[in-house]
């Protein structure tokens, strides 16, 4: 089980909560996220994430990343504009933050 800020992952029933109400998350939702909160606080970079949600070494778009982010920061209720949870370091990746607050 993950829990950074209010938010909890529960990796074995994929199952996944915001301030205690349950998110439905699709399974490469889930993955991203899961990729993300494992590393709380560390950039994990859009490689990394290719290898480990998508299973390639290869940009099949480079859009797939930020479409699902889109759709996960919606999901978790996340500013899309001045987002908390999964911030984009421009350049390097992205991070789950730990406190709610961008660096």
Do not use: C, Y
């Not at 909890?8 to 399974?27: H, N, Y």
């Not at 070494?57 to 982010?69: A, C, E, G, P, R």
């Amino acid at each position: 089980m993950f829990r950074v800020q209010d938010v909890e992952l529960d990796p074995e029933t994929r199952r996944a909560w915001r301030a205690g109400r349950e998110i439905i998350l699709s399974r490469k939702e889930f993955d991203l996220v899961e990729a993300l909160m494992a590393r709380a606080g560390d950039i994990v970079t859009r490689d990394e994430l290719m290898r480990t949600v998508w299973h390639t070494n290869f940009w099949t778009s480079s859009k797939t990343i930020d479409v699902h982010l889109g759709w996960v920061r919606r999901k978790l209720g996340d500013d899309t504009r001045r987002p908390t949870l999964i911030t984009t370091i421009r350049g390097k990746g992205l991070r789950f933050e730990t406190n709610g607050h961008n660096h």
